[in-house]
């Protein structure tokens, strides 16, 4: 059984470039998550999606990141435009349920903006 | 990561036990996750405690004191595989708030 995918597993790009990160999480799980992980700031929640629908964007850092989610098989997370202070391993994970829910992740993507 | 707290770092020698320590802010807490993160890969989960005491599971087993705000990870017998980062993560009205990270280094 397919786990969560994301793509691209490695991104490097300039400054001001647009960056797209897709996920498709597991079949029937109803939660859609992404996260952000660095070594200074730990792993941080940007936002999470049920259903399709965003419940919670207050992690989402500025107007410069957005998040969609399409169907039920697909989410994207843009940042536009880029800089290095977004050099991150971004994952997303899903989930059946929030809160007691256990949460799979997507082996991650890679972003170093140059 | 918004007042989840654990060490940094510890040290431990295989086939020891280890205590991993986490206080998490009480308001709306539902229940507390533990993690682990091998360098370079994906967390993945180790145990979810909602109600107050010890959950065993093998070698590991994870603690919670709900008015406290505190729990812990005790991993027993290390193994060299233990070596990773293990991840405190509160559940709070419905959002999974980790922490920063605990990073074991076992030594043979």
């Known amino acids: 059984d397919a786990g969560v995918i994301q793509s691209p597993r490695h991104e490097v790009t300039e400054m001001g470039q647009e960056v797209t990160l897709r996920c498709k999480p597991i079949?029937?799980?109803?939660?859609l998550f992404w996260y952000r992980q660095t070594m200074m700031r730990g792993l941080e929640l940007l936002i999470y999606?049920?259903?399709?629908?965003?419940?919670?964007d207050s992690g989402m850092p500025e107007d410069r990141f957005s998040a969609k989610m399409p169907n039920a098989s697909f989410s994207t997370l843009k940042i536009q435009p880029s800089e290095p202070r977004d050099s991150a391993v971004y994952f997303c994970?899903?989930?059946?349920?929030?809160?007691?829910?256990?949460?799979?992740f997507g082996e991650g993507s890679r972003l170093t903006v140059l | 990561g918004q007042n989840i707290d654990q060490p940094t770092e510890m040290t431990a020698t295989e086939g020891a036990i280890v205590q991993i320590n986490c206080t998490y802010q009480?308001?709306?807490?539902?229940?507390l996750f533990w993690y682990q993160q091998h360098a370079g890969e994906a967390p993945t989960f180790l145990s979810y405690?909602?109600?107050?005491g010890l959950e065993e599971k093998g070698r590991f087993s994870s603690f919670l004191s709900r008015s406290k705000g505190y729990s812990y990870l005790l991993l027993k017998e290390l193994q060299m595989k233990d070596s990773a980062s293990y991840l405190c993560?509160?559940?709070?009205?419905?959002?999974?708030?980790f922490g920063k990270g605990t990073r074991l280094h076992i030594l043979p």
């Open positions: 994970a899903s989930s059946l349920r929030t809160g007691a829910g256990e949460l799979f």
């Open positions: 079949s029937g799980h109803d939660y």
């Open positions: 999606f049920n259903n399709n629908v965003p419940i919670d």
């Open positions: 009480t308001s709306g807490f539902n229940g």
């Open positions: 405690n909602v109600l107050d």
């Open positions: 993560a509160s559940n709070r009205d419905d959002k999974i708030i």
